[in-house]
T-cell receptor, first 116, second 114 residues
């Protein structure tokens, strides 16, 4: 069965430091996609970055990058030069290509707090 | 602007009083889905729809109904709400077919059932 694990319930990071948010996943489908979303205190879900299982390179989007280690089934999010506005909940999610209901499977999330 | 809208954003109701949360998207997406978010559990899928008149249960469908009479709308219906349905609800839409297709989320509806 598909599963996403985020082992860090919460993190404190000093402003301007880089931060890595952990995500491991489990699936038997060779074709899948991995997503990271940010949820600020206002509640909306903001898409950050996507990594496909067959992508040869790690995904990057501005200050966000994804450290994709397929053999270890991990897809950690790296935020460079953290800012106060990065304080939020962060969710890792996965979708299998073969999943008939096309749903995203979500981790429990990591609460990131950036300290000034 | 491409978006998913939900209404209401906040709702406090009492046990047993039927309610509907509306969801609408303007991106002509075939696929739409409802999730609920509870602390420590991430998001869990309630119902989904692959196209008009095609709906199916997700992981936590008990106590909910949906309909998909038009492509753009996917309302969530709670016929007899109970306190365990107090949660944050998200509607999402996407193009179907590829694992890579991004799901676009509505702003969320925070429901409290007393």
């Amino acid at each position: 069965a598909q599963k996403i694990t985020q082992t860090q319930p919460g993190m404190f990071v000093q402003e301007k430091e880089a931060v890595t948010l952990d995500c491991t996943y489990d699936t038997s489908d060779p074709s899948y996609g991995l997503f990271w979303y940010k949820q600020p205190s206002s509640g909306e879900m903001i898409f950050l970055i996507y990594q496909g299982s067959y992508d040869q390179q790690n995904a990057t989007e501005g200050r966000y990058s994804l450290n994709f280690q397929k053999a270890r089934k991990s897809a950690n999010l790296v935020i460079s030069a953290s800012q106060l506005g990065d304080s939020a909940m962060y969710f890792c999610a996965m979708r299998d290509q073969m999943d008939s209901n096309y749903q995203l499977i979500w981790g429990a999330g990591t609460k990131l707090i950036i300290k000034p | 602007e491409a978006q998913v809208t939900q209404n209401p954003r906040y709702l406090i109701t009492v046990t047993g009083k039927k309610l509907t949360v509306t969801c609408s998207q303007n991106m002509n997406h075939e696929y739409m889905s409802w999730y609920r978010q509870d602390p420590g559990l991430g998001l869990r899928q309630i119902y989904y729809s692959m196209n008009v008149e095609v709906t199916d249960k997700g992981d936590v469908p008990e106590g909910y109904k949906v309909s998909r009479k038009e492509k753009r709308n996917f309302p969530l219906i709670l016929e007899s709400p109970s306190p365990n349905q107090t949660s944050l609800y998200f509607c999402a839409s996407s193009l179907p077919g590829l694992a890579s297709n991004e799901q676009f989320f509505g702003p969320g509806t925070r429901l409290t059932v007393l």
